[in-house]
Nanobody
Framework: QVQLVESGGGLVQPGGSLRLSCSAS????????MNWYRQAPGKERELVAT????????NYADSVKGRFTISRDNVKRTVFLQMNSLKAEDTAVYYC??????????WGQGTQVTVSS
């Protein structure tokens, strides 16, 4: 079955960096776009970054442009989110996401990122 397992979250000071990883299984990873979402307390889940399957084109939310970088390793079936210059408002649970062509959204369990001094 489809599994998405995130790792790499934690507590970091403002201005710091973290690298999130999402290991995928159960579907043809190399042929699909992948997404990172986040959800802060009391807020709706929001799309942070997307990477396409073959060309590796990326898109970012305006709030993270220039600070976050999404990438993928199709051999290792892993998608990454490099987060630099972190701000308090980046504090959230970060989720890996795959939108299947038949319409189902698959989610990982999430990884907590807390930016605080």
């Amino acid at each position: 079955q489809v599994q998405l397992v995130e790792s790499g979250g934690g507590l970091v000071q403002p201005g710091g960096s973290l690298r999130l990883s999402c290991s995928a299984s159960g579907f043809t990873f190399s042929s699909t776009a992948m997404n990172w979402y986040r959800q802060a307390p009391g807020k709706e889940r929001e799309l942070v970054a997307t990477i396409t399957a073959t060309s590796g084109r990326t898109n970012y939310a305006d709030s993270v442009k220039g600070r976050f970088t999404i990438s993928r390793d199709n051999v290792k079936r892993t998608v990454f989110l490099q987060m630099n210059s972190l701000k308090a408002e980046d504090t959230a649970v970060y989720y890996c996401n795959w939108k299947a062509f038949w319409g189902t959204d698959y989610w990982g369990q999430g990884t907590q990122v807390t930016v605080s001094s």
